[in-house]
């Protein structure tokens, strides 16, 4: 079965974050680090890679984020 794929908007929409600062991590590597997908000229995310970034940056206190670094 082939993953739901979702466009730049619809990723934005899922974790809150615009259009264009999705298209500028990808330009610079900073920021979102979600994998994506060229489809041509479109781009699009895999659902289970959205899902797994959410995951990544959920934390129950302040000092659960700088244990990682």
């Known amino acids: 079965m082939i993953e739901r794929l979702l466009t730049p908007k619809q990723t934005g929409e899922a974790i809150q974050v615009s259009v264009k600062a999705l298209a500028n991590s990808r330009c ?5 680090t979600i994998p994506y997908i060229k489809l041509g000229k479109f781009v699009r995310y895999k659902e289970s890679d959205v899902v797994a970034y959410i995951e990544n940056n959920t934390h129950n206190h302040t000092g659960e984020s700088k244990e990682g670094v």
């Open 28 to 32: 610079t590597g900073i920021g979102i």
